[in-house]
């Protein structure tokens, strides 16, 4: 290391040098010079970035930069500045600082105080080759991120809200701490009048401006005033008329001045506005002496006050205007949806509008996750009001106990942005009485309606619902895993069929086993009555779950396809292992009051098996799930012939090895959901899949054992070219379809 | 993303084209390093394009574009050749294809490395497969004729001076291969007319919408490319001259610019100064593949005075002068690596730290 570098008071500066000096592989770095120069320390380097041939950015093979590091233990950012006298001006991510010996390099976006704690010599070179290399291919301001403010602020924090603000402004709320404001500004009156917060503004809103290199700050009133004049703005002309105006005559030796401006931000020239820069100065002093130091208002000190009034026209010449202290202020904006989108990384996402069944525990918190995400204009569905018990995982707390938790919910999740977009409906969806047509209009018109209650009852109502897409978010009964379900786009697959195939997918995937197992023994009784028993469930696992639903749901909502998913969390090690779920194409039928889905998986089941077994005929039974209410019969699955079934080319009897301690295991593990509904068997090539008198005797003998029970019977009969079926259902009566084998 | 790659090799030529879909072409095989020497700075030239070849152990083209040492040593100790048993077996790396120039089958009274490639190569002619020549001297056919073979029969493996060579296509592989030089007449059987007679290409590389232009120029003199420049002109096919990368000839000897070395700096002859200075892209790239560029006049390449010529010609396409045994630093040699894609070329500049540590053996420790 040279002598010089030796005495760096810095130890960044230090490690720069030795790293360039000592790297045992080449650094692509070299030392120019490292030196002490009053305060700080200075080293020059030329940095040799990597570079493609096009360059966007007409960065050279060898860049001359000057690194000044300005305490001993680095608690101050250095500065790194290009020594390159014809470095490209006007590139975002730099910076025509005043007192530059050099054009200031944007190296890092993070917390100087965050970053520094691991930035070694090493990473503060590879962080300025980086720069380099992607300010060359015109990477490093990426698309989605927002537009660069053409000056930086300090000091002072306004707090604006959000969207095109065009004035005029208002103060809402001020608050002084340790002789810094933060002024909450609005732009409506104050509904409780005008809050006297000490400040008089000042506002005008500027021609659009592309974002550029960032501009030199003015500290005072002439570099503001020059500043402006390139916006054809003469603010000194302006203020001074403006101050004498009666409104900031009274008691103008108690107020200050705020100088707000607006200025709308282009990407491109011939581009849109797509944001509104606001730059934020006071003027140090009150606006009496403000006005009296341009000229613009005199006033008289007297017993009990003071009396400002207009200045007369041979006023006293204005004076040297760089003399005037102007501080700028910080300036940020509330949030609407659209922004927070943008901060949640999903700032292409358009708005929506979306229905949610539920305000329970997976419901209230992941209405809540995706409002701060800015997805979504909510219209909460949920009759129950909040019980203390609720508070333990709902975003509900416990001042809201009593009151209706939809409202409950609409109220909290609209305070997260200065957007409101929540709101509740207090009904039953299944029993909606007089807001039955508000909740219609509300599902036709939302682009997603989630139902949370994890009632197989909801999931039915959407799947025939007129709405523009269902979906399904619910926890397992042991709140151990994540179910997410939904429909398709265009609505090829309804929500209960996609849960009827999730029932098969729970009992047929070794994955999933326990996932509907969670017994009775478990719950907590709540109240006195029979039903008033809650799960035990640590929030910690609703949070991390609907988190991850949060998510999921954001990312549906991009797309058309339907989707089928299980996440299933370890407790122990805290993993989450997803179980996606292939979705078949369905065949529906309908007649009377029966309606029968076939699943493309039965089709394919049976179809294979007659192929295998050919020319003997095959069979076995049909497994599916059913809604006695609504009279819909689901076929999921065609079992293979158990071991000891007959088959012949002209006959087949179904066996019984092992057949029912499986249909009795499928069911148990789907909550009983998954069922025996029929059998099927296949005909031999040239006899049409229709019943034989045989046939018929077995439908006779589906129907003298089920149709008392109340439940629905079907059988099947695979062919070549086509499967038939039959399904018969008490006073519901039969119906017969044909299953074209070109359909899905 | 097609990755070119020059080795630290000294005054001695290796150009290793790895394309995107897997393919891969060889210029020159020249291990010149010294196993022996702890100083010499030169790379293990085999274990770098065994580390390139991974688990493969054949190289769809390897071309020797003369058959000097400097451009084949150790050939016959790493490539497995098809002409004689000794040469076979082990962990030797197949060529699937041998392009050399016809100076490569014709000259005689060679030695060593030379020999045996001549071996190869006259095997792989007579044979009929496995091999491209370029030049078509008469003397070939007689070659031909006296090995009881049609010339007829073999002209499917010539390839002419202004044509492409048919191992590679844009439209499948990304790349395409010229070959300006040798011609006929360049051609020759005696050992002295190898550098004139030497493989003189340009590879065109396409990545979306962006193709990126190499000139490989082997030890060609000033001459030679004085031709190659009035011909390509002739034809009108001056965008085959184009480049964005160039490995400029004969180890920065000043004899491939002019005759005349200059005081400070070698002023080429026209012709080739309109190749380097007109036809070189912007932000362009010229490799010399040679020793450090030394400080005092020397009578062995590479001159000081055609380097700082190259190295002008770089400034001001914007672009960049790099010597093989000179990148990163002299002290620390390492292959210079070339990504070719949808933004021209860029020179791989990964500085050391953790990720040089973490992807090398580290030293043996213990007892």
Redesign the interface.
Known sequence: MPNEAEELRSRLARSVVRYITT???????SLLSAHRDGVADVVDIEV????????RV?I??QEPIRLLFFTEDDSIEPSVRSLREDFPLGQVHTSLDRSADGLGLCIWEEGWPDLSSTLTG?ML??RI?AWFTLMA?GKLHGDDQPLEPLIPMTSHTLVIPPGAIRGPWHIEKSFKDAGTYTLLMSDTAPELGVVDTGFAIFHRELPHQVHRALGRRPYDLGALQTLLETFSIDLVADLRQWLAQGDQTVRAHERHLLLIFAIPMRRAEDGPDEALEVWAYTGGETLAVFGETLGATFTVVQEGGSITTPALLSARPLTDLTLIPMPGWRVVQRLDRATARVYAGRGDAPDLKLVGIGAGAIGSNVVMNTVRAGIGEWTIIDDDDVLPHNTVRQIQTNPWVGYPKALVLAAESNQVLAQSGVTGIVENLLRPGDKKDQIASAMKEADLTVDFSASPAVVGHLAESDLTRAASLFFSPDGSDLVLLAEDRKRALRIDEIEAQYFLKVATDRRLDGHLAAARLDRIRYANACQDLSRPLPPWRVQMLSGLGSGKLIELLAKDAAIANIWRLDSVSGGVIPVPLRLHGVQRFEAGQIKITVSGHVLDTVRTLRGKCSPNETGGVLLGTYDVVRGVVHALAALPAPSDSRQAPTYFIRGVKDLQPLVEQLAKSTAGRLKYIGEWHSHPQHVAARPSSDDEKVFGHLSSHLEPTGSPFAMMITGAEETWFRIGWAERGQLEGVLSHGAG | MHVVRFFPIGNADTCLIELTNGRRALFDFADMRDPDDDDDLRCDLEQELRDCLGDDKEIDVVAFTHLDTDHCARAKEVFHLEHAAKYQGGSRIKIKTMWVPATAILETGVKGQARTLRAEARHRFKEGKGIRVFGRPEKLDQFLIDNDLDPAKRRNLISDAGTLCPEFNLEHDGVEFFVHSPFAETCGDKVEYRNGSALFMQATFQVDD?T?KMILSADVPHEVIDDIVRITQYHKNNERLEW?INNVPHHSSYLSLSDEKGEEKTIPVDRLKWLYETQG?????LISTSCPIPSEDTVQPPHRQAANYYKQVAKDL???WIVSMEH??KS?P?PIVIEI?G???????V???TS?LISNAAPRAGA
Do not use: F
Request: proline share 8%; charged share 35%; aromatic share 2%.
């Open positions: 790297s045992v592989d080449h650094p692509y770095c040799e970035p990597e570079l493609a041939q096009d360059r007409a050279l093979p090493q070179i590879e080759r291919s | 962006r990126t964005d892209q912007a932000g362009g790239r914007g672009g960049e990163p630093s620390k390492k894609g933004d021209g070329s860029k020179v791989r500049k500085a050391g730290g040089a």
